[in-house]
């Protein structure tokens, strides 16, 4: 908006006790915009058990509390109180994934579009930058805010359908809450119509004649779009005022990192990127990242290391194919599941090349990838040049990868490639290190009941960290955030997709089992681990042989849970080859550069966007 002639004046975390508190600027010529912040407020408060989080990376000082359960609402209504007719415009990843009805985890029941609970009249769903801009010329132009209906990227409310046209209907409210068959329907049209070539107007009925319309997705932005919107002068850095405090601790993660990309095609299930950066690979040119790199070597602060060059997927540096460009994404396939679309071009060659000329940047010492690649597109790549150029120069002994799980009927729920396909990855990562004369180790992400993960896939994926020798210290169990794909399973019981019946572990208990049985060798997992096998009838995993999980009876103090010839690393070391293979010892004190958690880690990666959000673990996850 800056760049673009406005003025803009910043309200940070007002008290929402207090409607004077978002008085301190008078009122706005044209109109307020309200956002959460680059986090859903619940995802930050809250972890997947419910429980409050006791700090907030995003505030100044990380102290937890500065801001309202569902930010996005308690504000637009404070404003509302005050500002009677004022615009009042909501957006940000908050808005954007409560468009329209949705599944709220919290309070474990459908809730209605944020666009009326919040009482905003507009909503910008997705990146926001070429809708801002639209709405702020729109209302300068003296249009009125209730007749700014026309924005591709935006979510408005009528009391008429007569004026709105070439649009889908929805499922209504009242039909949505009768049946969550029908939810599960809506969000599959939903789904659908992501893409700004493809997608339709969408609208959802409300009771009293309120229609809440979805118009079509803004288009992508350009590479020039893209270096433009990076290249903006900004301050990078916090706001002097936050000194004292010390600082807000999410920026450490992010202030020598370097986005080069938004969007993402590998559409993980549980993730909710597709909801909104889209599937379409938007990239940065490899110029205007050069140069972002150049600025950062000028920082006082700057050591000389990058601390990762990425986005939701690192390696992904172009579309997935041409065809997306002319005609949109496919409504009906996925472009990596089941396996890699025959259209796909795979090409890393132009990242691996970027790498190379970052590090050889007077100044620069490492250049480390830290967003996690996607190795079904790696094996796919006909060319070793990508992973051999990042075994060797870009990993910090740990490789972060996201199988997430072993089991391919749940890999299948989720999105995700085979099994046989991360086994292969772990075979030639061995083999390359080898080459190299490297000690460097795979580290993946894993998700515990995910919908379609029975107790039966729980013990076959416990079996298979077993075999991996070494424990998970990052395990996620899966949390339904708005918007995303797992969740409409997790709430309706059925795949959207299929409306075909899917197993879903709801009950606490049980998810604590399931996770457990990741982390089995800790010792306070011990009775859960025990509980879970019994359960699943696999008393053959209690014993001393190697293969069992835990032991017949609990561990005394200082001794792992684990049965027999179960060991790790010292202090903090840790190593494994692929699964199925034995673990590599790991080096004593070894441990890699790990992100922020996953709760943390969020800002346009946004993991990206939001399913990857409340996670327990570090770096990004694809």
Same mark, same amino acid.
């Given at each position: 908006?800056?760049?673009?002639?406005?003025?803009?004046?910043?309200?940070?975390?007002?008290?929402?006790?207090?409607?004077?508190?978002?008085?301190?600027?008078?009122?706005?010529?044209?109109?307020?915009?309200?956002?959460?912040?680059?986090?859903?407020?619940?995802?930050?408060?809250?972890?997947?058990?419910?429980?409050?989080?006791?700090?907030?990376?995003?505030?100044?000082?990380? #102290?937890?509390?500065?801001?309202?359960?569902?930010?996005?609402?308690?504000?637009?209504?404070?404003?509302?109180?005050?500002?009677?007719?004022?615009?009042?415009?909501?957006?940000?990843?908050?808005?954007?994934?409560?468009?329209?009805?949705?599944?709220?985890?919290?309070?474990?029941?459908?809730?209605?579009?944020?666009?009326?609970?919040?009482?905003?009249?507009?909503? &910008?769903?997705?990146?926001?930058?070429?809708? &801002?801009? *639209?709405?702020?010329?729109?209302?300068?132009?003296?249009?009125?805010?209730?007749?700014?209906?026309?924005?591709?990227?935006?979510?408005?409310?009528?009391?008429?359908?007569?004026?709105?046209?070439?649009?889908?209907?929805?499922?209504?409210?009242?039909?949505?809450?009768?049946?969550?068959?029908?939810?599960?329907?809506?969000?599959?049209?939903?789904?659908?119509?992501?893409?700004?070539?493809?997608?339709?107007?969408?609208?959802?009925?409300?009771?009293?004649?309120?229609?809440?319309?979805?118009?079509?997705?803004?288009?992508?932005?350009?590479?020039? #779009?893209?270096?433009?919107?990076?290249?903006?002068?900004?301050?990078?850095?916090?706001?002097?005022?936050?000194?004292?405090?010390?600082?807000?601790?999410?920026?450490?993660?992010?202030?020598?990192?370097?986005?080069?990309?938004?969007?993402?095609?590998?559409?993980?299930?549980?993730?909710?990127?597709?909801?909104?950066?889209?599937?379409?690979?938007?990239?940065?040119?490899?110029?205007?990242?050069?140069?972002?790199?150049?600025?950062?070597?000028?920082?006082?602060?700057?050591?000389?290391?990058?601390?990762?060059?990425?986005?939701?997927?690192?390696?992904?540096?172009?579309?997935? +194919?041409? /065809?997306?460009?002319?005609?949109?994404?496919? /409504?009906? /396939?996925?472009?990596?599941?089941?396996?890699? +679309?025959?259209?796909?071009?795979?090409? #890393?060659?132009?990242?691996?090349?970027?790498?190379?000329?970052?590090?050889?940047?007077?100044?620069?010492?490492?250049?480390?990838?830290?967003?996690?690649?996607?190795?079904?597109?790696?094996?796919?790549?006909?060319?070793? *040049?990508?992973?051999?150029?990042?075994? *060797?120069?870009?990993?910090?002994?740990?490789?972060?990868?996201?199988? *997430?799980?072993?089991?391919?009927?749940?890999?299948?729920?989720?999105?995700?490639?085979?099994?046989?396909?991360?086994?292969?990855?772990?075979?030639?990562?061995?083999?390359?290190?080898?080459?190299?004369?490297?000690?460097?180790?795979?580290?993946?992400?894993?998700?515990?009941?995910?919908?379609?993960?029975?107790?039966?896939?729980?013990?076959?994926?416990?079996?298979?960290?077993?075999?991996?020798?070494?424990?998970?210290?990052?395990?996620?169990?899966?949390?339904?955030?708005?918007?995303?794909?797992?969740?409409?399973?997790?709430?309706?019981?059925?795949?959207?997709?299929?409306?075909?019946?899917?197993?879903?572990?709801?009950?606490?208990?049980?998810?604590?089992?399931?996770?457990?049985?990741?982390?089995?060798?800790?010792?306070?997992?011990?009775?859960?681990?025990?509980?879970?096998?019994?359960?699943?009838?696999?008393?053959?995993?209690?014993?001393?042989?190697?293969?069992?999980?835990?032991?017949?009876?609990?561990?005394?103090?200082?001794?792992?849970?684990?049965?027999?010839?179960?060991?790790?690393?010292?202090?903090?070391?840790?190593?494994?080859?692929?699964?199925?293979?034995?673990?590599? /010892?790991?080096?004593?004190?070894?441990?890699?550069?790990?992100?922020?958690?996953?709760?943390?880690?969020?800002?346009?990666?946004?993991?990206?966007?939001?399913?990857?959000?409340?996670?327990?673990?570090?770096?990004?996850?694809?």
């Amino acid at each position: 908006l800056d760049a673009h002639g406005y003025k803009v004046g910043i309200i940070c975390q007002p008290d929402w006790t207090d409607p004077a508190s978002i008085t301190v600027l008078g009122e706005p010529r044209l109109g307020f915009l309200v956002s959460a912040g680059n986090m859903d407020s619940m995802v930050n408060h809250y972890s997947v058990t419910k429980h409050r989080r006791h700090t907030d990376a995003y505030t100044p000082g990380g #102290e937890e509390g500065h801001r309202p359960n569902r930010a996005v609402t308690v504000y637009a209504n404070l404003i509302r109180q005050t500002f009677k007719d004022a615009p009042i415009i909501i957006g940000g990843i908050e808005a954007s994934l409560r468009r329209l009805a949705h599944y709220d985890y919290w309070q474990d029941k459908l809730k209605r579009s944020v666009l009326l609970d919040s009482g905003a009249d507009i909503l &910008i769903y997705g990146m926001g930058e070429h809708a &801002i801009v *639209e709405i702020a010329d729109a209302l300068d132009a003296g249009l009125p805010v209730d007749q700014i209906t026309y924005i591709n990227g935006t979510v408005y409310r009528t009391g008429s359908l007569d004026e709105v046209y070439d649009y889908d209907l929805l499922p209504s409210w009242d039909d949505l809450t009768a049946d969550k068959l029908n939810y599960a329907r809506s969000f599959n049209v939903q789904q659908q119509n992501m893409d700004p070539i493809t997608g339709h107007r969408l609208v959802e009925p409300y009771p009293n004649s309120v229609y809440v319309v979805q118009n079509p997705p803004s288009a992508t932005l350009t590479t020039d #779009e893209m270096d433009e919107v990076a290249e903006l002068p900004y301050a990078r850095d916090w706001h002097p005022d936050y000194d004292a405090a010390g600082g807000v601790p999410a920026f450490a993660e992010i202030k020598f990192s370097i986005s080069s990309n938004r969007g993402c095609f590998g559409e993980c299930s549980f993730c909710a990127l597709t909801f909104h950066q889209g599937r379409v690979l938007q990239m940065r040119s490899h110029d205007s990242i050069m140069r972002e790199a150049e600025l950062l070597t000028r920082d006082p602060e700057f050591k000389g290391y990058i601390n990762d060059v990425g986005g939701p997927t690192a390696n992904f540096s172009r579309p997935a +194919c041409d /065809k997306q460009l002319k005609h949109g994404v496919c /409504k009906n /396939k996925r472009c990596l599941w089941p396996s890699v +679309c025959k259209n796909m071009v795979v090409d #890393e060659s132009g990242y691996a090349q970027l790498l190379r000329d970052l590090r050889q940047l007077p100044g620069v010492k490492k250049v480390f990838v830290r967003s996690g690649i996607r190795f079904d597109y790696t094996m796919a790549d006909a060319s070793d *040049e990508f992973l051999r150029e990042l075994l *060797e120069h870009h990993v910090s002994g740990q490789l972060r990868v996201a199988p *997430e799980h072993v089991s391919d009927a749940v890999l299948s729920v989720m999105g995700k490639p085979s099994r046989a396909v991360y086994d292969a990855f772990c075979r030639k990562f061995v083999r390359l290190n080898r080459e190299y004369g490297l000690k460097q180790y795979v580290v993946p992400y894993l998700i515990s009941s995910h919908p379609g993960s029975t107790m039966k896939e729980a013990v076959d994926l416990a079996e298979a960290v077993r075999d991996m020798g070494y424990m998970p210290e990052q395990v996620q169990d899966f949390y339904p955030t708005p918007s995303t794909m797992s969740t409409c399973m997790y709430y309706t019981g059925v795949d959207p997709r299929t409306m075909e019946p899917i197993y879903v572990a709801r009950d606490p208990h049980e998810k604590a089992m399931q996770r457990a049985l990741i982390q089995y060798r800790k010792p306070e997992n011990y009775k859960l681990v025990r509980e879970a096998l019994e359960k699943a009838g696999r008393r053959d995993l209690i014993g001393y042989t190697k293969h069992c999980l835990i032991r017949p009876v609990p561990p005394r103090p200082g001794e792992t849970s684990a049965g027999g010839g179960h060991g790790i690393g010292k202090k903090g070391g840790k190593g494994h080859g692929g699964a199925g293979g034995a673990g590599a /010892k790991g080096p004593k004190g070894g441990k890699g550069h790990g992100g922020m958690s996953r709760a943390q880690n969020t800002a346009g990666r946004n993991r990206a966007a939001q399913g990857r959000q409340g996670a327990n673990g570090g770096g990004r996850r694809n």
